[in-house]
């Protein structure tokens, strides 16, 4: 997956996750929880949703690499 791919597949899952979210010219150094607000389970529910678009999991040992949008975008180029 290059990095184009991971972006629209972030951006998928976010708005899935948080429909509030203006993905038009999101910033990708915000922060997931902090910034964006997602809680505990939607956070839980946007990794799920990633794996389920793209096949990429994400352990829970990761969670802190993929903390930023921009973060979660190039783990999942490096992975998918």
């Known amino acids: 997956m290059n990095e ?3 972006r629209e597949a972030v951006h998928a899952a976010i708005g899935k996750v948080a429909p ?3 993905l038009d010219g999101l ?3 915000l922060r997931l929880r902090q910034d964006l607000e997602l809680d505990s389970l939607d956070f839980l529910r946007l990794v799920e949703t990633i794996d ?3 096949g990429v ?3 829970e040992s990761d969670y802190p690499a ?4 921009k973060a979660l975008i190039s783990y999942l180029a490096a992975r998918g």
């Not at 993929?66 to 949008?69: A, G, I, M, P």
């Open 4 to 6: 184009q791919e991971a």
């Open 20 to 22: 509030d979210v203006d």
């Open 27 to 29: 910033d990708e150094g």
């Open 52 to 54: 389920e678009a793209t």
């Open 57 to 59: 999991d994400i352990p």
């Open 66 to 69: 993929v903390s930023t949008v």
